[in-house]
């Protein structure tokens, strides 16, 4: 998808927000100056946990710039994200005019660095040719934001996936010669492992979402020297609180994600299919849309779940508190895809457990890290829908323990992954960075 998004060079014309009137070139020692951020498409409906992220972090005093490569479709977008679409600086559509300035100027400017950093992109690991393409319109991007970020008096380069916004943040941090670092989630380690090493060698620190992400970072790359460091994604627990549910003479079962192959929605769906042959009240909802949407609803249809199970499709984050709140248990059974892409911890749990719902889920990736089995929910093997109805019924059947669980769940998250927690580690991290030597 960001190889066929460089095609936009060629149309268009660039919108710069409001500049700083301020020309100077940055200087790594300079610590007044703003974290870049920088993402592959911002905001993103599927990627809430990113623009809060930068709001709270804005909140809490450090200056935040937005650096976006694509720009999304604004009603694709839950309106509180809409704010974003006006302080963020989008690349493209980037004029062809204006890509070539900005190489031509930065080669007479730094001609030897321009050509190692080329040399680089283009000789790192890379699995196929088309990924050395894809790196290639990464460079070109990156070396158009140099000016702007100089202009910004930018003092840290963070990016969000380890992909082609990585590899950005990366390419500006040598030209420019700032300290830079990513946050490493779930497909851009697993499946998409873009000049990976690299930038993990190069980068001042390196973020990921989960413990399991972080020894598997480890193991790719042996002896790494720069650090790994845990941060959970953040969850705002003061807008995911528990609330008062309605006693059901059906319980709703709720999950909640983008239907595709790694949450596990087809052994849900078997699953569910067992509860009903077993003459369980039930009713389930699934809040989500995704590749496998017109399959999953087949198969509930082959299953004869019409009646129980209910595809209601995308909705926007101001709409998720209600869902939770009139929901008895949440359940999302993780699962690793065919291509080898996996979650991390869905956020969607966190924020379940935040709102006091019981989970399950699957013994798989980082889930057991804020899941404990028998504790704050119950964890079951991926791909195994009749544990998974076995669970889903002795939760059903058990208000109480459904009640603890919850219990239980909310205060795990409070403790382990509050948006407050998670940004104070971040702005630590950053105002303690340093450029590494090349």
Request: contains cysteine; hydrophobic residues 40%; proline residues 6%.
């Amino acid at each position: 998808m960001e190889m066929f998004g460089a095609l936009d060079y060629f149309r268009g014309a660039l919108t710069l927000p409001a500049r700083g009137e301020g020309r100077h070139p940055a200087r790594a020692s300079d610590h007044s100056g703003p974290v870049a951020y920088i993402m592959n498409l911002f905001p993103n409906l599927t990627e809430t946990f990113v623009y809060r992220e930068v709001q709270s972090l804005r909140a809490g005093g450090l200056g935040v710039r937005a650096f976006s490569i694509r720009r999304p479709c604004e009603e694709e977008i839950s309106p509180e994200a809409h704010q974003h679409l006006h302080d963020t600086y989008y690349v493209l559509p980037l004029p062809l005019g204006v890509l070539v300035r900005e190489h031509i100027r930065t080669f007479c400017a730094q001609p030897r660095q321009y050509l190692r950093i080329l040399r680089d992109v283009l000789t790192g690991s890379h699995d196929r040719w088309t990924d050395r393409l894809r790196s290639l319109c990464h460079f070109g991007e990156a070396v158009s934001l140099i000016q702007v970020m100089r202009e910004s008096r930018v003092r840290h380069i963070h990016a969000h996936f380890a992909v082609g916004s990585a590899t950005c943040a990366w390419v500006l941090a040598r030209f420019l010669r700032l300290p830079f670092s990513f946050t490493a989630h779930a497909y851009d380690i697993w499946q998409d492992r873009l000049l990976l090493s690299e930038k993990l060698r190069g980068a001042a620190f390196v973020v990921t979402c989960t413990e399991y992400n972080r020894r598997h970072l480890l193991q790719l790359v042996p002896n790494l020297t720069r650090p790994i460091h845990v941060v959970y994604h953040g969850v705002d627990t003061q807008r995911f609180v528990p609330t008062a549910r309605p006693v059901r003479a059906v319980p709703r079962i709720l999950a909640v994600g983008r239907l595709c192959e790694q949450k596990g929605f087809a052994t849900l769906l078997r699953g569910c299919a067992m509860l009903a042959q077993w003459g369980e009240p039930f009713e389930c909802t699934i809040v989500g849309d995704g590749p496998l949407a017109d399959s999953l609803r087949v198969l509930a249809r082959q299953l004869e779940l019409d009646e129980r199970i209910h595809f209601l499709g995308r909705a926007f984050q101001e709409q998720m508190p209600d869902h939770y709140a009139q929901s008895d248990l949440f359940v999302l059974p993780c699962t690793r895809a065919n291509d080898n892409d996996r979650d991390g911890i869905p956020n969607t749990i966190k924020e379940a457990m935040a709102t006091g719902l019981a989970v399950v889920s699957t013994w798989f990736s980082g889930v057991p890290e804020l899941v404990v089995d028998e504790v704050t929910g119950l964890l079951v093997a991926p791909d195994h829908p009749e544990a998974l109805a076995r669970a889903m019924q002795r939760l059903l059947q058990s208000p109480d323990l459904r009640c603890r669980f919850g219990t239980a769940g909310r205060e795990r998250v409070v403790i382990e992954a509050s948006m407050v927690a998670a940004t104070a580690q971040l702005a630590a991290l950053f105002d303690t960075s340093h450029p590494p030597s090349e």
